[in-house]
């Protein structure tokens, strides 16, 4: 529950309503209070019914809504059996990494028995977010969409809509997901796939006993709705389209961008995108669908999650029509749509792109095949960045950064890999071993830094997105192949690249970033694909104080839960 002034939810008409009033009320920040309750609660999907583990008994959990300028107080108790952390995802959490919730990272997680509230502020940012569980694969039920709303007296950037909706895309297993993944590791192989993916939490009815797990959102003719689209799911970008309906993207991670129209989206785990629909064809029932992007030869659950957009007044015994979605494996899609997304760039909503670099990194992201004892082949998947398999440490690393305990990590990461090497060339299947560290690297305080990530073909290549914690980055260019220092950089975009949080690095491609280090602390970086952050895909920067106070990290709360 939450307890607010001035507070939006519940009903689409609810927010219409506070809608129209935050275009005309003087700006006010707000302190919300919200109590998540982590409980276990028995779920019927696929003809099966399985304990899961939920925030407040619902699957998915709680929508956070704010305004831009609110404090949030979220107090998080524990019920369940597991450990538990919460990642307020895209949140930026400026000095303050005590809230931004990865375990082993920021905290030590939250105790069956115990409590902790997340202390967030809200500076700058506006749009679409979420949460999820940042510990083992809870995130599988374990999440929700955070909205924050503009400034009062602030509208949006495009054409107001009539009403709006949360469409979380997700995955489903029938089995319970952590003994997956616990029998996955005992043969050092991935685990076993999921049964369906879902639109907020419903896998709609191509499923067997999905009749009513099926998710509606009614619709007038003539009006214009906003819907806030969040990929939750663990393991697979995914392709969503409205049959008949064109898509305005206007925002993704929380960023507004220039609008363009598109018939079907692309969006990687952890990423969001917000678009305008206009209920404009003729009065019927429409699917809206979700199924996954994969052109690497990897195994993947590529089932067709459903909702369905239904016209007012228009009964259910009318047959919806498909959608039709891009291949399984349309890489031209995929480079197509993402080159669209250009940040707004205006002057009430600027691209600050670094222009000049002071610290360049150049980090390769690899498969890899190490010895395993107790696994009953002998040896388990892995995998790294700049041949560096990440360990987790045993007590939260900004405590030991802040209160400078020896031992726990070095920063002597790599700026570059080891060696050299045609990094997309024929799949390199010999010398697959890793080293393994809790290995980061520092940034002096506000720095620039250009990061080149680049794909590999170690084993074979894949799309892997990737999220920063912390901050939003500018994606200045991208390619498929090997990056080239001296030809690239020519072609970036320094004027309204994309600004987000999370970025797919294409397949036996590279991606390229660019960020101040302005926020002090440390702060995660992963990919978002969660069978490979499991295997150490991941990494973190600790970047420095800057000169006073007001720019140092902020003191560690009274009830941060002890290690």
Not at 176 to 205: C, F, R, W, Y
Request: glycine share 8%.
């Amino acid at each position: 529950m939450a307890k607010t002034n001035s507070f939006c939810w519940g009903s689409s008409a609810l927010l219409f309503l506070c809608l129209v009033g935050f275009f005309s009320t003087p700006a006010k920040a707000a302190l919300k209070t919200y109590q998540f309750d982590v409980q276990v609660k028995n779920v019927s999907r696929l003809c099966h019914s399985k304990p899961i583990v939920t925030v407040n008994g619902m699957f998915p959990g709680p929508t956070v809504y704010a305004r831009e300028g609110d404090t949030l107080l979220v107090n998080v108790t524990n019920h369940a059996k597991y450990n538990m952390s919460i990642h307020w995802h895209g949140l930026k959490q400026y000095r303050n990494g005590w809230a931004d919730g990865p375990a082993y990272i920021t905290q030590c997680p939250i105790k069956t028995g115990h409590s902790y509230t997340y202390n967030i502020t809200i500076t700058g940012q506006r749009g679409t977010l979420w949460w999820h569980a940042h510990i083992f694969w809870l995130r599988a039920t374990v999440y929700g969409a955070i909205v924050i709303l503009p400034k009062q007296g602030t509208g949006f950037p495009f054409l107001q809509p009539y009403k709006e909706a949360n469409i979380v895309l997700g995955e489903w297993w029938n089995n319970d997901v952590e003994e997956v993944v616990k029998q996955g590791n005992k043969l050092g192989l991935p685990p076993n796939m999921s049964d369906a993916h879902t639109i907020n939490g419903k896998p709609g009815p191509l499923f067997p006993c999905s009749e009513k797990h099926t998710y509606a959102l009614e619709v007038e003719q003539g009006k214009t709705y906003l819907l806030r689209i969040i990929n939750a799911a663990l393991n697979d970008e995914l392709f969503f389209a409205i049959a008949g309906h064109n898509l305005t993207v206007v925002e993704i991670d929380a960023v507004y961008t220039k609008p363009f129209i598109s018939q079907a989206l692309l969006i990687a785990p952890g990423q969001t995108t917000n678009v305008l629909i206009q209920a404009n064809q003729a009065p019927g029932r429409y699917f809206m669908a979700s199924r996954p992007f994969m052109d690497a030869p990897v195994s993947i659950d590529n089932k067709t999650a459903t909702g369905i957009l239904q016209y007012k007044g228009i009964p259910n015994t009318v047959q919806p029509v498909l959608p039709q979605l891009p291949a399984l494996n349309d890489t031209a899609f995929a480079l197509s749509f993402n080159a669209k997304l250009r940040s707004l760039n205006t002057a009430q909503f600027p691209a600050s792109v670094p222009l000049k670099v002071d610290r360049h990194l150049f980090y390769t992201i690899g498969l890899g095949i190490n010895q395993c004892t107790t696994c009953l082949n002998g040896t388990q998947l892995t995998a790294s960045l700049n041949n560096i398999t990440f360990v987790m440490p045993q007590i939260g690393l900004l405590q030991a950064h802040y209160f400078n305990t020896k031992g726990v990590f070095t920063t002597d990461f790599p700026d570059r890999p080891p060696t050299p090497f045609n990094y997309t060339g024929a799949p390199l299947n010999a010398n697959l071993g890793t080293k393994i560290g809790t290995r980061l690297s520092k940034l002096a305080f506000n720095s620039t830094v250009e990061l080149v990530l680049q794909d590999t073909n170690l084993l074979t290549v894949e799309s892997h997105p990737f999220h920063l914690h912390g901050y939003n980055f500018f994606v200045v260019g991208t390619g498929v192949g090997n990056f080239d220092p001296k030809k690239d950089p020519a072609k970036y975009n320094l004027v309204d690249p994309p600004e987000r949080n999370t970025i797919a690095v294409p397949t036996g491609g590279w991606v390229a970033i660019r960020f101040r280090a302005d926020n002090p602390g440390v702060w995660f970086m992963h990919c978002h694909l969660e069978l490979h952050t499991s295997w150490g895909l991941k990494t973190a920067f600790v970047v420095e104080n800057g000169k006073d106070s007001d720019h140092s990290i902020l003191p560690p709360p009274t009830d941060l839960p002890p290690c």
